[in-house]
């Protein structure tokens, strides 16, 4: 079974649920009249984004981006590819862009000036996980749910190898994993 990969919990379902809370209670109070577009950047924030929208008790519109890291892994190039764009017109909108994890920052910090480019009233950056330790663009988060360390984890909309996105709390595999 999936959840035998797991070696350790990191953020339990609770954990994960009550932070969501926070975050949405957060968000409602600054955006309240504002209507902000909740900009998800698939595929990891797509259970972050749906927990979230439910704990904010404002008018909101969602949109999907999806982007993709030219020579993954280790290279820093910057170069973002854009996959999937936003279908709404965003100028004088205030967008939050809802990430998973704030890693290297590169991916975020080339679609921020992306879509600044398109005069939205402004773009906040809300994030699940940070890893500090990591960064390399000099971008930092408004929002974060909790600063985790410099380790790989998967669950509630991470993956390794595509899988684990569904695990509903986040862990840490076994070393044995990345063997099989
Ligand atoms: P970056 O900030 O441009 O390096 O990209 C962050 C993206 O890398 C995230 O949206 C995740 O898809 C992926 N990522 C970074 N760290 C992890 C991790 O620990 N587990 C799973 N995915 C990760
Ligand atoms: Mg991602």
Do not use: W
Request: glycine share 6%; with cysteine; proline share 3%.
């Amino acid at each position: 079974m999936m959840v035998d990969d797991i070696a350790r919990v990191y953020f339990t379902e609770e954990e994960l649920k009550e932070k969501v809370k926070e975050l949405g209670r957060e968000l409602s109070r600054e955006y309240a009249g504002k209507h902000p577009i909740f900009v998800s950047v698939l595929k990891g924030s797509f259970v972050f984004m749906a927990d979230l929208m439910r704990e904010v008790d404002i008018y909101c519109d969602v949109d999907f981006m999806t982007v993709s890291s030219y020579g993954s892994g280790t290279t820093t190039t910057g170069a973002v590819k854009i996959i999937k764009d936003l279908s709404y017109n965003i100028e004088g909108r205030h967008l939050i862009i809802i990430e998973d994890i704030l890693d290297s920052g590169v991916t975020l910090s080339y679609l921020k000036n992306y879509l600044n480019m398109r005069d939205p009233a402004s773009i906040k950056i809300c994030t699940l996980l940070d890893k500090p330790a990591r960064r390399k663009a000099d971008i930092m988060a408004d929002y974060v749910g909790f600063i985790c360390p410099d380790e790989f984890i998967v669950g509630y909309g991470l993956d390794y190898d595509e899988k684990y996105r569904n695990l509903p709390y986040i862990g840490v595999l076994k070393p044995e994993v990345y063997t099989k």
